[in-house]
């Protein structure tokens, strides 16, 4: 559309390059390569509101690398990392995103956390969804992530079906909706339980058959439970 109405008049000729949101939603192949890069590098709006991408097996991990890294510099608020099914090859994810200040919203859907810094800072992030996301290093991981979310609200969790993490623990104090999600049937590794924290809490939507709740605090805010 902005391109479009950039032929309309010669002063809106660059008007496109100030699109604050792209969302890529297509099939990996050569030219989704050079129209990612091509826009990161063209755009020139001042914050980058949404970056929105859905890729398949084939996308290069320096390539995801640098695009993230991009977004990161340009103040991205809503970043989405969607891998095109292929679980079983699940998408490297990128260490860049977790020292995104401004990030408000993560969603990460079929991709692998293999290492977090120590210096990671997600001090602006309200909503975190995490669907079949492969944490290595067990529990540790994830502990570390969640411990960086000072202001959390919303999380969303689907477990990935070869789970590693044993103990999966939400010690958020500022988390008001939590939805767990139904892992995929035929997974073969033993389920691990949740540990749940979360004194602050509104909503609870628990629906997963092959984990175990080990510990509740109690929380006087809840309004609505579907378990």
């Known amino acids: 559309?902005?391109?479009?109405?950039s032929l309309l008049s010669k002063r809106w000729l660059y008007l496109w390059k100030l699109v604050p949101r792209l969302?890529?939603?297509?099939?990996?192949?050569?030219?989704?390569?050079?129209?990612?890069?091509?826009?990161?590098?063209l755009s020139m709006a001042p914050v980058l509101e949404t970056f929105h991408l859905k890729l398949g097996y084939k996308c290069p991990p320096?390539?995801?690398?640098?695009?993230v890294n991009t977004a990161v510099a340009r103040h991205v608020r809503v970043l989405e990392l969607l891998h095109d099914r292929f679980r079983l090859r699940p998408?490297?994810?990128?260490k860049s995103l977790f020292a995104c200040k401004g990030l408000v919203v993560l969603r990460l859907q079929d991709v692998s956390v293999c290492d977090i810094p120590s210096t990671i800072s997600l001090q602006s992030l309200k909503t975190l969804s995490l669907v079949r996301v492969r944490?290595?290093?067990?529990?540790?991981?994830?502990?570390?992530?969640?411990s960086a979310c000072p202001i959390l609200e919303t999380l969303i969790i689907r477990r990935w079906f070869k789970d590693t993490v044993v103990s999966f623990t939400i010690a958020v104090p500022t988390l008001q909706n939590l939805?767990?999600?139904r892992r995929p049937d035929g997974h073969v590794v033993e389920d691990g339980?949740?540990?749940?924290?979360?004194?602050?809490l509104k909503t609870l939507n628990f629906s997963d058959k092959f984990g175990r709740v080990r510990s509740l605090v109690k929380m006087p805010k809840l309004v609505k439970a579907e378990i």
Request: glycine share 4%; hydrophobic share 40%; aromatic share 14%.
């Open 1 to 5: 559309d902005a391109v479009a109405t």
């Open 23 to 41: 969302e890529y939603l297509t099939a990996w192949d050569k030219s989704g390569s050079d129209f990612i890069g091509n826009f990161l590098r």
């Open 62 to 67: 320096e390539e995801l690398e640098k695009w």
């Open 91 to 94: 998408m490297l994810c990128p």
């Open 135 to 146: 944490f290595f290093s067990q529990d540790e991981l994830v502990h570390r992530l969640l």
């Open 179 to 181: 939805h767990i999600m």
């Open 193 to 200: 339980d949740y540990v749940i924290n979360t004194p602050s």
